[in-house]
Every structure is written in structure tokens, then in C-alpha cells.
């Protein structure tokens, strides 16, 4: 029997160092030369749900309570819960262990194949962004986490900033998986002058935690 091999929308030139197989994705967990940062993580193989109720109040996906305010973001357990709108939520899995799969209550709807899913993290990262983007992330009015629904790099994105302060600031941003390509291309691009380079799950992983 042909196994079935997902394949990330998101390609990196740099050499892997060390990967894992998890649940037919090939995970890069370290790439050679990460350097210092700031660092572009994929992510794209992590789970994420969309989830659309009329009475979201009454519904605790993966035990947790939802944001009640839209552009309002939770980290819970290793899920990120983003508000989006009165009846939709989108959720993702970025270290709420391996075995997290989709509820099945009516109004899931599986986003990882569709979608990608990068992780934008440490020094300079906001700079970066200000080149792709009119996106405030450093706005004072906001306490992370916090959702944007909205344009980077002239493509329609969720992004969500999950640290806003020093030198361990970061942001997870996800879109249609057909803009993969030129997505990386443009972030890559213009963290150029800043030495962004690709890191695998495992410098994520780290950061996460020490949030």
C-alpha cells in the first residue's frame, strides 16, 4: 500500500540538519547555519482548524475557554485560539502535543493542507515587517496576543503577534498555501539586510516556551 507524503507549501534553500517523519509530513527540525536571528520557521505542518458557531460561548474546543472579543487571541495549552469575527474562530496547534486532532462537533473544518503556516521570530522582526506591510504590531492599545486580518505582502493573512517586547518578539502568520512560494520569497527578501535566515521547529519549540 502507497503511502501518502504531505508536502509543505513553504521551501527553504538551506540544508537540514535534522528531520523527523510526523504523521506523513518531513519536519525540519534544525537547518545548518541558523545564526543568530531573526529567524522563519515553517509551520505549516502543525494542525489548524477552522471553527464557525452562532453560540461560540458555548463550545470549549480542546477544553479551552474562547476569546470573546474579535482581533483577541489565546495561548492555552499549546493551542492558539484567535477571535476572527461573532461566529468564527480559527485555531492552531503549535505545542499542544502531536496526538491533537479535529473535534467532531459540528463546525470544524481542517485548514492545514490548504493553508501555511510560518512563525517570524527574535530581533529585528518587526523592522522587517514594516517593509511589507502597514500592520501595526507594536501598537500600545493592544495586549498580546492579539489577532490582524489583513494584508502582507499584498496577500490576505491572519497574523497574530504573540510578543511584542525586545529582542524575543515574534508573530505566527498563515495564508493560502498557493502563495507559498512568493510569501517565503518576499519575507526572505526583505530581512535580508537584517540576516533572517530559515530555523527548524526545534528553535520554535524553544522560543514558545519561553514565552
Same mark, same amino acid.
Request: charged share 30%; proline share 8%; glycine share 8%.
Given at each position: 500500500m502507497k503511502e501518502i507524503q504531505r508536502v509543505s507549501p513553504v521551501g527553504f534553500k538551506s540544508t537540514p540538519l535534522k @528531520? %523527523?517523519?510526523r504523521d506523513n509530513w518531513e519536519v525540519i527540525m534544525e537547518y545548518s547555519g541558523e !545564526?543568530? !536571528?531573526p529567524y522563519l520557521v515553517d509551520l505549516s505542518?502543525? $494542525?489548524r482548524f477552522d471553527l464557525q458557531n452562532s453560540n461560540l460561548a458555548a463550545i470549549s474546543p480542546f477544553g479551552m475557554t474562547l $476569546? %470573546?472579543?474579535p482581533g483577541?487571541?489565546?495561548l492555552e495549552n499549546g493551542i492558539l485560539a484567535n477571535r476572527m469575527n461573532g461566529t468564527q474562530v480559527s485555531l492552531f496547534n503549535l505545542d499542544g502535543g502531536d496526538n491533537i486532532s479535529m473535534p467532531d462537533e459540528y463546525g470544524f473544518t481542517d485548514v492545514t493542507e490548504s493553508t501555511l503556516c510560518v512563525a517570524l521570530i527574535g530581533k529585528d522582526v518587526f523592522s522587517i515587517c514594516e517593509?511589507? @506591510?502597514a500592520l501595526d504590531f507594536m501598537? @500600545? %492599545?493592544r495586549v498580546t496576543s492579539f489577532l490582524f486580518q489583513g494584508p502582507f505582502s499584498h496577500v490576505p493573512c491572519?497574523?497574530?503577534t504573540l510578543n511584542k517586547e525586545g529582542d524575543n518578539c515574534g508573530i505566527i502568520l498563515t495564508c493560502s498555501r498557493g502563495y507559498g512560494r512568493d510569501m517565503i520569497h518576499s519575507i526572505l527578501h526583505a530581512g535580508k539586510e537584517f540576516k533572517w535566515m530559515p530555523a527548524g521547529e526545534s528553535r520554535f519549540t524553544n522560543w514558545i516556551k519561553s514565552l
Open positions: @528531520t %523527523e517523519n !545564526g543568530k !536571528g505542518h502543525r $494542525p $476569546p %470573546e472579543v483577541v487571541s489565546l517593509k511589507l @506591510t501598537d @500600545t %492599545e491572519q497574523i497574530v
